[in-house]
Protein backbone atom coordinates (compact mmCIF):
# COMPACT_ATOMS: atom_id res chain seq x y z
CA UNK A 1 0.00 0.00 0.00
CA UNK A 2 2.63 2.69 0.76
CA UNK A 3 4.31 1.92 -2.47
CA UNK A 4 1.59 2.81 -4.26
CA UNK A 5 0.86 5.97 -2.15
CA UNK A 6 4.33 7.30 -2.10
CA UNK A 7 4.68 8.06 -6.21
CA UNK A 8 1.16 10.10 -5.84
CA UNK A 9 2.40 12.09 -2.85
CA UNK A 10 5.75 12.95 -4.90
CA UNK A 11 3.16 13.49 -8.16
CA UNK A 12 1.63 16.25 -5.30
CA UNK A 13 4.52 17.40 -4.54
CA UNK A 14 5.86 17.94 -8.13
CA UNK A 15 2.17 19.52 -9.26
CA UNK A 16 2.34 21.88 -6.10
CA UNK A 17 5.86 23.28 -7.37
CA UNK A 18 4.60 23.54 -10.81
CA UNK A 19 1.39 25.61 -9.73
CA UNK A 20 3.84 27.75 -7.57
CA UNK A 21 6.47 28.64 -10.01
CA UNK A 22 3.54 29.13 -12.83
CA UNK A 23 1.57 31.66 -10.56
CA UNK A 24 4.84 33.72 -10.04
CA UNK A 25 5.65 33.77 -14.10
CA UNK A 26 1.75 34.49 -14.60
CA UNK A 27 1.12 37.07 -12.10
CA UNK A 28 4.69 38.63 -12.83
CA UNK A 29 5.27 38.31 -9.03
CA UNK A 30 8.23 39.21 -7.16
CA UNK A 31 8.13 36.05 -4.68
CA UNK A 32 8.89 32.99 -5.31
CA UNK A 33 7.59 30.46 -2.28
CA UNK A 34 8.54 26.49 -2.59
CA UNK A 35 8.17 26.19 1.43
CA UNK A 36 6.53 22.59 2.71
CA UNK A 37 7.35 21.41 -1.21
CA UNK A 38 9.06 18.41 0.03
CA UNK A 39 11.68 19.63 -1.84
CA UNK A 40 15.60 17.83 -1.43
CA UNK A 41 17.39 20.31 -3.85
CA UNK A 42 15.69 23.41 -6.30
CA UNK A 43 14.18 21.72 -9.40
CA UNK A 44 16.42 22.15 -12.47
CA UNK A 45 13.65 22.31 -14.62
CA UNK A 46 12.13 25.30 -12.36
CA UNK A 47 15.66 27.08 -13.67
CA UNK A 48 14.33 26.76 -17.25
CA UNK A 49 10.84 28.35 -16.48
CA UNK A 50 12.28 30.98 -14.02
CA UNK A 51 14.75 31.95 -16.43
CA UNK A 52 12.88 34.94 -18.34
CA UNK A 53 11.74 36.24 -14.94
CA UNK A 54 14.81 35.77 -12.52
CA UNK A 55 15.97 38.80 -12.45
CA UNK A 56 12.61 40.37 -10.93
CA UNK A 57 12.63 37.86 -8.40
CA UNK A 58 13.07 39.50 -5.19
CA UNK A 59 12.20 37.26 -2.32
CA UNK A 60 12.12 33.32 -2.55
CA UNK A 61 11.09 31.37 0.77
CA UNK A 62 12.82 27.41 -0.34
CA UNK A 63 11.75 26.92 3.89
CA UNK A 64 10.79 23.57 5.61
CA UNK A 65 12.22 21.52 3.02
CA UNK A 66 14.26 18.82 2.62
CA UNK A 67 17.23 20.73 1.22
CA UNK A 68 20.84 19.31 1.80
CA UNK A 69 22.23 22.47 -0.14
CA UNK A 70 21.86 25.19 -2.62
CA UNK A 71 23.83 24.89 -5.74
CA UNK A 72 26.23 27.78 -7.24
CA UNK A 73 23.46 27.86 -10.54
CA UNK A 74 20.61 28.89 -7.83
CA UNK A 75 22.94 32.26 -6.56
CA UNK A 76 23.94 32.95 -10.27
CA UNK A 77 20.17 33.13 -11.70
CA UNK A 78 18.69 34.71 -8.68
CA UNK A 79 21.22 37.78 -8.73
CA UNK A 80 19.03 40.27 -7.58
CA UNK A 81 17.58 38.54 -4.34
CA UNK A 82 16.86 40.79 -1.39
CA UNK A 83 15.35 38.17 1.53
CA UNK A 84 15.99 34.27 0.92
CA UNK A 85 14.43 32.23 3.56
CA UNK A 86 16.10 28.53 3.75
CA UNK A 87 15.15 27.62 7.61
CA UNK A 88 13.60 23.91 8.29
CA UNK A 89 15.99 22.45 5.94
CA UNK A 90 19.42 20.51 6.10
CA UNK A 91 21.81 22.59 4.72
CA UNK A 92 25.29 21.79 5.92
CA UNK A 93 27.46 24.83 3.83
CA UNK A 94 26.41 27.98 1.27
CA UNK A 95 28.26 28.00 -2.04
CA UNK A 96 30.96 31.05 -2.73
CA UNK A 97 29.15 32.55 -5.02
CA UNK A 98 26.55 33.66 -2.35
CA UNK A 99 28.92 36.73 -1.86
CA UNK A 100 27.78 37.85 -5.15
CA UNK A 101 24.26 38.46 -3.94
CA UNK A 102 25.19 42.10 -3.50
CA UNK A 103 20.91 43.22 -3.15
CA UNK A 104 20.46 40.14 -0.68
CA UNK A 105 19.26 42.22 2.54
CA UNK A 106 17.86 39.38 4.86
CA UNK A 107 18.72 35.43 5.15
CA UNK A 108 17.48 32.93 7.30
CA UNK A 109 19.62 30.04 7.67
CA UNK A 110 17.65 28.74 10.99
CA UNK A 111 17.19 25.22 11.95
CA UNK A 112 20.05 23.53 9.43
CA UNK A 113 22.73 21.44 9.77
CA UNK A 114 25.49 24.30 9.23
CA UNK A 115 29.03 23.59 11.28
CA UNK A 116 30.77 26.43 9.92
CA UNK A 117 29.91 29.93 9.63
CA UNK A 118 28.97 31.10 6.47
CA UNK A 119 31.47 33.94 6.09
CA UNK A 120 31.31 34.53 2.77
CA UNK A 121 27.76 36.09 3.81
CA UNK A 122 30.15 39.28 5.79
CA UNK A 123 31.10 40.12 2.42
CA UNK A 124 27.37 41.23 1.02
CA UNK A 125 27.41 45.20 1.99
CA UNK A 126 23.86 45.04 1.88
CA UNK A 127 23.12 42.46 4.22
CA UNK A 128 21.23 43.64 7.32
CA UNK A 129 19.64 40.14 8.80
CA UNK A 130 21.53 36.85 9.04
CA UNK A 131 19.32 34.42 11.13
CA UNK A 132 21.60 31.18 11.97
CA UNK A 133 19.39 30.19 14.88
CA UNK A 134 19.11 26.35 16.13
CA UNK A 135 23.21 25.06 14.25
CA UNK A 136 25.90 23.37 15.05
CA UNK A 137 28.28 26.78 14.69
CA UNK A 138 30.53 27.23 17.31
CA UNK A 139 32.89 29.74 16.00
CA UNK A 140 31.51 33.57 14.41
CA UNK A 141 33.96 35.87 12.41
CA UNK A 142 33.13 38.93 15.04
CA UNK A 143 35.95 41.56 12.89
CA UNK A 144 34.25 40.59 9.56
CA UNK A 145 31.05 40.92 11.56
CA UNK A 146 31.81 44.52 12.75
CA UNK A 147 33.30 45.46 9.32
CA UNK A 148 29.22 44.72 7.61
CA UNK A 149 28.05 48.17 7.21
CA UNK A 150 24.19 47.52 6.81
CA UNK A 151 24.71 44.73 9.07
CA UNK A 152 21.67 45.41 12.25
CA UNK A 153 21.11 41.67 13.90
CA UNK A 154 22.13 38.34 13.86
CA UNK A 155 20.56 35.64 15.64
CA UNK A 156 22.84 32.85 17.21
CA UNK A 157 20.11 31.11 19.72
CA UNK A 158 21.19 27.45 19.89
CA UNK A 159 23.77 27.12 18.35
CA UNK A 160 26.70 25.46 20.63
CA UNK A 161 29.16 28.91 21.10
CA UNK A 162 32.25 28.52 22.85
CA UNK A 163 31.91 30.17 26.58
CA UNK A 164 35.05 32.26 25.54
CA UNK A 165 33.40 33.37 22.25
CA UNK A 166 29.72 34.09 24.38
CA UNK A 167 32.07 36.49 26.40
CA UNK A 168 34.22 38.07 23.53
CA UNK A 169 30.61 38.43 22.05
CA UNK A 170 29.24 40.50 24.72
CA UNK A 171 32.54 42.36 25.07
CA UNK A 172 32.85 43.49 21.54
CA UNK A 173 31.73 47.03 20.63
CA UNK A 174 27.63 46.71 19.50
CA UNK A 175 27.06 48.26 16.04
CA UNK A 176 24.31 45.80 15.82
CA UNK A 177 22.15 43.34 17.68
CA UNK A 178 23.79 39.58 18.51
CA UNK A 179 21.01 36.87 19.89
CA UNK A 180 22.68 34.26 21.46
CA UNK A 181 20.72 31.83 23.92
CA UNK A 182 22.46 33.47 27.23
CA UNK A 183 20.25 37.06 26.20
CA UNK A 184 17.46 37.36 28.93
Not at 154 to 169: E, G, Q
Amino acid sequence: MSEIRRPSIMAEAVANVARRVNATVEEEKDTLDLSNCKLISFPDGVFRVLNSVAEKIHIITLADNEMKGVTSKFFKTFTQLRELDLHGNVITKLPDVVGDLQHLTSINLANNKLSVFPERLTEIQSLERINLEGNDITEVPMEKLQAMPALKCINLKSNPLDNNLLTAIQQFPQTFEIQTTTDN
